[in-house]
């Protein structure tokens, strides 16, 4: 039986009647994702019909997921609230503290080892609040997330941006920053803009070493990493149709790459069988009553071009085989194609590494189809010309392939079993043969591949592609091999080629586990202590932020103008610094040490108006703000695009920066600075960016008259005397005026909650 069968029952309960209800107030007919959505608005009996991308949405979500590093600060925050248990289905998952470098048997005892305080941090407080806990090596929350608690036509919000994996099984799942989770947990609304529309008609069916990865590394090099940005996107058609659940999945989990709100697929006989096969046969047998209300209307896709903001058309019988980088996962090359741009480019051809799992592509389907390229090079006596890593999903697909021998099957090709949890996609890799300073690449079925992301090394060229390429490549040990025509040469000095890759869908056995890794909280948490040591490095309890005082700010210094990308990597990185995740000032020596300043191209070096030398980043904020003086950081376009964690505008609010004015923001840094009591606005004229000085003053003449829809005048005064004066927006409405009146959106909740 599924886990909250009541809850998802109760969801289904009420869906035909709001979807009716919506139907009727849209007056047209619905795509999936509108269904969803009117479907889960805070007030039910709403008769208002949203502008997307302009209308702030107020919503219920069914559930909550966070992963263990983003857990920590969003369970600092909710233990302010002044709750006894959180109100919606809630689960924490231990995947991201675990450093891969030998395999499993030894990664997961030293994580057990280096991480005991924050494993134990995280199991005590889900313990007392009702949450539920899955153990390190239990599996990473994505594909932890679909094989137990996703279901079609549910909305869920996850505290990492690859939430979005769930609209594999027909949810809107929705990556959001710790103190969005923590308005949930405590039983509030959840806002959220009214996202756009994009609609990816798909149309074909995939074959040969054509997989569902290469139609989101398609639609990636046709949106860029912002195209995506404050939309949904949705499938449909008889290629969606025609595909697995898990690999629905991996279409939406990269979603995030471009910048999507989220993705999601109509509910169809992939997902039945995939609920079959994954224990809720009672969940299966819930969603068939309502079949028809869990897929878009058929006049919507018959018409897409008149209920979708944008649409794309994909055939998947001429899709072919793309790998998308380096550094960017939106620079898409055909296969084919790689030989004649890899040399343009001077992109190192020998590959060093091939990785393979990740909660995007980790499914046994993915194993099956990779497994079925290594036990060629196996068979055809094939020496593989790179190193293989393996990152299984969970404990249950793990379990499974190993029974079914196919991890037995890249072990003889001496691959590196790793924990089933996140490793190299997130940094956390011990890479044993780093190179240095040496330029080299590495190829791998994971999502994300930003400068230093798998193993920290700049010169490290990383190329993403299905789990059967990454094999087939890493056997060949180049970037430009093509498996539909290049041959490889054996040990026995005969040429042969590889055959194209065959996959299982679902294991023919049935998957089998023996211990999942979850621990179910206690029924009453009231006697659980929950304990963080005052000398901690790594936990620190939670201090409110100071309230607004209701004046105008003035007298406000440049801390950084920063120029081109600064994403949330950049703001507040992960690999080593993951360890600082639940210990707000030890992680704010990270605030953005990772971003250029454009007065000098250079990284963490900026001039301090106090003395006139330059230094990091956080160490001239802290003078700053030790000398009570607040500060401003200046910014691009797309500010803060990447993850969802909180501490990019948690560690400024920390050291003492109210505003950030950028030319434009990312969706879920926007609503971070507004949850953490920052002002968050975005220049009217971009160009007035380049009237930014590096020994600027800024003047909110009118920030007293703070209201919904009224731009907000900026004053700038350079060292010489002169002023600039000039217009900024802003997209608060009353509600998140009042977080930032009260100093945090958590403040208010304490307020609210007499706590």
């Known amino acids: 039986m599924a886990y909250d069968i009541d809850m998802i029952k109760k969801v289904y309960s009420q869906m035909a009647d709001r979807v009716n209800k919506a139907r009727e107030v849209v007056g047209k007919p ?126 869920m919000i996850g505290t990492d941006s690859h939430t979005v994996n769930a609209g594999g099984l027909g949810m809107v799942a929705i990556g959001v920053g710790g103190a969005d989770a923590v308005d949930v947990m405590a039983g509030m609304a959840w806002e959220l803009k009214f996202p756009k529309l994009i609609g990816v008609k798909l149309t074909g069916k995939l074959s040969g070493w054509t997989s569902a990865k290469d139609v989101i590394l398609k639609v990636a090099g046709i949106l860029t990493v912002k195209g995506g940005t404050g939309a949904i996107i949705e499938y449909f058609g008889e290629g969606a ?15 995030a790459e471009v910048g999507a709100t989220t993705s999601t697929f109509g509910y169809d006989d992939s997902m039945e069988r995939y609920l079959n096969a994954t224990n809720r046969e009672d969940v299966a047998a819930a969603a068939n009553e309502i079949r028809e209300h869990l897929t878009g209307d058929d006049e919507v896709y018959a018409n897409p071009e008149q209920y979708f903001d944008e649409v794309i058309e994909i055939n998947l019988s001429e899709l072919r085989p793309h790998l998308n980088g380096p550094f960017t996962p939106d620079l898409a090359t055909p296969i084919s194609e790689m030989r004649e741009k890899a040399k343009e480019n001077d992109w190192p051809l020998k590959v060093d590494w091939g990785l393979i799992g990740s909660c995007t592509n980790s499914s046994y389907e993915d194993l099956t189809r990779a497994a079925s390229i290594a036990k060629q090079a196996v068979d055809k006596n094939i020496k593989a010309k790179s190193d293989f890593g393996i990152n299984p999903g969970s404990e249950t697909i793990r379990f499974t392939a190993e029974r079914d021998g196919l991890l037995q099957i890249f072990e003889d090709l001496d691959a590196t079993i790793f924990t089933n949890a996140c490793g190299p996609c997130i940094g956390q890799w011990d890479r044993s043969d780093r190179k240095g300073e040496e330029k080299n690449t590495i190829v791998h079925s994971f999502n994300r591949n930003f400068s230093k992301r798998a193993d920290g090394n700049p010169n490290t060229h990383a190329f993403v592609g299905s789990p059967e390429m990454v094999a087939a490549i890493a056997i060949s040990g180049r970037l430009d091999f093509d498996p539909t ?216 003449i009118d920030l007293a008259e703070f209201a919904p829809d009224k731009p907000l005048t900026v004053e700038v005064v350079h060292a010489d005397g002169s002023k600039d004066t000039f217009k900024a927006n802003h997209t608060y409405n009353d509600s998140q005026i009042e977080w930032f009146k009260q100093g945090s959106a958590l403040n208010l909740i304490k307020i609210q909650n007499n706590a």
């Open 30 to 155: 619905l795509t999936l994702s509108e269904k969803i959505l009117y479907s889960h608005l805070w007030d039910a009996n709403s008769n208002q019909a949203f502008k997307r991308g302009k209308d702030y949405v107020d919503f219920a979500p069914d559930r909550i997921a966070c992963q263990d590093a983003t857990a920590q600060m969003a369970l600092l925050q909710f233990m302010q609230a002044g709750k006894k248990n959180v109100a919606v289905p809630t689960t924490v998952h231990c995947d991201h503290l675990i450093q891969a470098k030998m395999g499993a048997a030894i990664d997961l005892v030293s994580a057990n080892k280096s991480s005991h305080e924050v494993f134990e941090f995280l199991e005590s407080v889900s313990n007392k609040y009702g949450i539920g806990f899955w153990k390190p090596g239990a599996g990473i929350i994505h594909q932890v997330v679909l094989e137990n608690y996703a279901f079609p036509g549910g909305m």
């Open 241 to 255: 149709r025609s595909m697995s659940c898990t690999g629905k999945g991996t279409i939406c989990n990269m979603g």
């Open 485 to 700: 025509r290049d041959k490889l040469l054996n040990e026995d000095g005969e040429e042969v080629m590889l055959d194209e890759p065959t996959g299982i869908e679902l294991p023919p056995k049935g998957f089998d586990v023996e211990d999942p890794g979850y621990v179910a909280p206690s029924e009453d948490g009231s006697e659980v202590v929950i304990k963080v040591a005052k000398d901690s490095e790594r936990l620190q309890l939670l201090e409110p932020f100071e309230a607004w005082d209701g004046k105008n700010l003035t007298g406000v210094k440049l801390l950084i103008k920063a120029f081109g990308k600064c994403t949330t990597d950049h703001i507040s990185m992960a690999g080593p610094w993951l360890r600082f995740r639940g210990h707000l000032d030890n992680i704010s020596n990270n605030m953005l040490i990772g971003a250029i300043n454009a007065f000098n191209k250079k990284t963490n070096f900026v001039k301090s108006q106090l003395t006139g030398e330059y230094d990091g980043v956080p160490a001239v904020a802290r003078k700053y703000k030790a000398a009570g003086i607040s500060t401003i950081v200046v910014g691009d376009h797309n500010y803060g695009e990447g993850s969802s964690r909180e501490h990019a505008a948690m560690e400024p609010r920390h050291l003492g920066v109210m505003v950030v004015l950028v030319k434009s923001f990312a969706r879920i840094h926007e609503t971070n600075l507004k949850k953490q009591g920052m002002l968050g606005i975005t220049f009217v004229n971009e160009k007035d960016y380049d009237l930014i000085q590096e020994d600027d003053t800024f003047n909110f």
